[in-house]
T-cell receptor
Framework: GAGVSQSPRYKVTKRGQDVALRCDPI?????LYWYRQALGQGPEFLTY????????KSGLPNDRFSAERPEGSISTLTIQRTEQRDSAMYRC?????????FGPGTRLTVT | EDKVVQSPLSLVVHEGDTVTLNCSYE??????LLWYKQEKKAPTFLFML????IEKKSGRLSSILDKKELFSILNITATQTGDSAVYLC???????????FGAGTTVTVRA
């Protein structure tokens, strides 16, 4: 079956613009996680949802970052007024238990 | 501050060699430790360990956890070029699978 998909796969934006990154989890997966991965590092937790409820957003770096999952399926991570330091790979994962299935990520470059 | 440290950062071996990867952790709370393999795209799940001293095996890969000394080992025997990847270790602190990752070990297997 289909895995976790993310779009766009690559996004180049100018500093100060807003971006929206989409995650389409595996059908039926209750939990959805957002991570950010810098080059040469492991993924860093941002936020997660069970169904449509955001359970923890302690990893979001500041209030320019927000996420939603309104119908308990697709999720959007939004970054407002992007800055160069926001450049990274943004990954999403979904699960029904301990095994998280990761998507291919969105490579965000802020110029 | 919670820490997950992997060593070595990278290694190069020849096909048929055995590799041992280390993951040590200092965390405020511990529920489980997970290993992932990351090739060009997304991390894929290998093992989850919750109890000390019980080895988990999958083919040529095996892993064990020591909760007293706060580390885990991932072994790969009879390595093949397809084992070349970044191996990530992660700790689940609170049982909600909000994972704290190490930086990874890059394994290169030469033919």
């Amino acid at each position: 079956g289909a895995g976790v998909s993310q779009s766009p796969r690559y996004k180049v934006t100018k500093r100060g613009q807003d971006v929206a990154l989409r995650c389409d989890p595996i059908s039926g997966h209750v939990s959805l996680y957002w991570y950010r991965q810098a080059l040469g590092q492991g993924p860093e937790f941002l936020t997660y949802f069970n169904y449509e409820a955001q359970q923890d957003k302690s990893g979001l770096p500041n209030d320019r970052f927000s996420a939603e999952r309104p119908e308990g399926s697709i999720s959007t991570l939004t970054i407002q007024r992007t800055e160069q330091r926001d450049s990274a790979m943004y990954r999403c994962a979904s699960s029904v238990g301990h095994e998280q299935y990761f998507g291919p990520g969105t490579r965000l470059t802020v110029t | 501050e919670d820490k997950v440290v992997q060593s070595p950062l990278s290694l190069v071996v020849h096909e048929g060699d055995t590799v041992t990867l280390n993951c040590s952790y200092e965390v405020t709370n511990f529920r489980s430790l997970l290993w992932y393999k990351q090739e060009k795209k997304a991390p894929t799940f290998l093992f989850m360990l919750t109890s000390s001293g019980i080895e988990k095996k999958s083919g040529r890969l095996s892993s064990i956890l020591d909760k007293k000394e706060l580390f885990s080992i991932l072994n790969i025997t009879a390595t093949q070029t397809g084992d070349s990847a970044v191996y990530l270790c992660a700790v689940d602190l609170y049982g909600d699978y909000k994972l704290s990752f190490g930086a990874g070990t890059t394994v290169t297997v030469r033919a």
